[in-house]
Every structure is written in structure tokens, then in C-alpha cells.
């Protein structure tokens, strides 16, 4: 069984390519590397360095029988999303599409997405919400996440594959670049290594449902090994206020000095949990991280691999 990860060499991607390589699976990556990081990917993977627009995605699929894909890949950042509104629609719309629909003609049986919580509910109604909630998306990045969802479930009937989304809240850990607005751990975490100053939007009291990578990771697996294919929200049902993760890492980092408060940036959610009650029922599965270990874990690594 050969599986396709797209953006392996990435955060969430690499962490489930570890998990894929160790229960046995042949794991194929592609990866442009624009956020990601070559010392990221499993050493037992077979990488290319591509991109998913590519005209040559197709020899991917040539080359080797992939039965299954999942679909990390993505300009991830939501500001982005509306500065640079072309790329957004190139990379999260027309390449995505570009590797369904290869996937589909090539034989492919399953594919994963990564979509987003947040993104696509935009401002809640209630809370947690669920996989039910409105759809009214705040920001280009959720409708493009959303487009996906709804392009799967059209290919799925012209072509013969199955699919699952994961509409994932705000995942950290290990291996997250700073880069991404989505990761204020990650940003809290380089800059206190650094002892660079730290800016907080707003009164810091905003909150967000924090999962940690490996739960995450467990998440899809369960649903890869048990074949229960459907659109999950994946997270922890608890909202974090900024201030408190501020809280958490600073004595873990030693960093003393004081955030600075700035004003809130518009379009910013100022609540955002997920309800994780759906895939709890199909597979069994809730998160077994809570915030405070998982900063602590995030820490700690950090501690060791900081360059
Ligand atoms: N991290 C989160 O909190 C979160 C939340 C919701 C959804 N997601 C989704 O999960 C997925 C993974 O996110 P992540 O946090 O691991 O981000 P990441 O930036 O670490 O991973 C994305 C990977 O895709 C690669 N990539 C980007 N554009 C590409 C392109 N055109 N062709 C090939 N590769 C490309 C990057 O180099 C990177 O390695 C994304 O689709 C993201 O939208 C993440």
C-alpha cells in the first residue's frame, strides 16, 4: 500500500508520515518546501520536492500505485489569504483540485483532507460547535478550505473514491513553524527563545480550542485504520485565552519580560471551540494531551532542537 502525503515536510504532515512509516506503510512525499523543512521528512520516505500546481503531479501517480492521499499542502496563513488573495486561490483552490482530480484518475481509493474549524464557521453561533454549525467563513482561507470540502464530495460521485475532511482548531507543537499566523504557540515559543518582544491583540482574553499535534495525529489515524470516512471536527472541546498559553510558557522558557498590548486585529475571532462529540462516537477517540503538558512538551522540545 503505497500513501501520498502532500506537505510532509511540513508540520502536521511530517508528524503523521512518522506514525504512517511506523505501523508499516510506504509513505510518499511531496513537499515545495515554502514553509516546510527538508530535515522534516521521514528518512524511510520516498520525497520530491514539488509543487501541487504541478503539471508533472501526474508522475507521481505513474510511478507509483498510490491507494491513499492525504492532503496537508496549503498557503496556511489567513492574512495572506486576503493580501496575496491570487496565490491563496492558486495554491488552496487550483492546486488542490489538481491533485484530486489526479488522484481520482489514477486509481486512488482514499483520500484525507485538512480543512480547518475556525476558518469555516467563522464567528459562532454556538459553542462548541459542531460539524453542523453555519458555514459563513470569515476570510479567503476558510472558503477555499471549504470549496475543497465541497469539490470532494463532487469528484466522489463522478470518480470511485472515498473521502474524509479533518476540520482541525488550532493544533501545536513540535516542528511548527512561526511563520504561520494560525500558531501562536509557535510564535510565543521562538520569540521567547530569543528574548525578542512579544505583541498580544486585544485584551489576550480571546480564546482558542489548542490541540496538541500527537491527538491530532491519533485522530486521523483512527479513522485511516477503521475506514469510518466523514467530515470531523479534530479538537479538544476547551478554549485557551491567549494570555493564559503567555502564562504557561514563559517561566517554561524563562522569559521575563511583559507582553505588549496592542489593539485587536480586525476580522480576528474572539472565541473559537470545537466540539469533538462526532468522531468520539464513530472511532472512540478524545484528546489525551491537555494544554498544560502539551506546552510543557512543546517546550521541551523546543529547548532541545532550537537553532
Ligand atoms: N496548524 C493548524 O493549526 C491548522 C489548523 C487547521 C488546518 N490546518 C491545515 O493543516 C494543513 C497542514 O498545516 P501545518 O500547520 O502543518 O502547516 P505547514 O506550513 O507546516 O505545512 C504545510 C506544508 O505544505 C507545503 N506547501 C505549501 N504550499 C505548497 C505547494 N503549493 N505545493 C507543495 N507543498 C506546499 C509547505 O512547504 C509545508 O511543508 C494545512 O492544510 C492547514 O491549512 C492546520
Redesign the pocket.
Known sequence: MNILI?????????HLADRLIQSGKNVII????????KE?VNKSAIFYK?????LNLKKIFQNHEIDTVF??????DIRKSLSEIEYEID??VK?SVNLIVNAAKYGAKEIYF??????VYGDQLEYPASEDHPIEPLSP?GID?FTIEKYLACFKKIYNFKYSV???????GP???P??E??VVSIFVHRMLKDKKINIYGDGNQTRDFIYVSDAVDAMMKIFETKKHGTYNVCTQTETSVNEIFKVLAPELHYERVPIMLELRPGELLRSCLSYKKIGKAVNWKPSVDIKRGLKKTADWYRENFK
Open positions: 502532500t506537505g510532509g515536510a511540513g508540520f502536521i504532515g511530517s511531496i513537499d515545495n518546501l515554502v514553509t516546510g523543512l522534516n514539488m509543487d501541487v500546481r504541478s492532503h496537508f499542502a496549503a498557503q496556511i495554491v488552496n492546486g485538512a480543512s480547518t474549524g475556525g476558518a482561507y478550505k479533518f476540520r482541525f482548531s488550532n493544533v501545536y516542528r511548527q513553524n511563520q504561520s494560525a500558531g
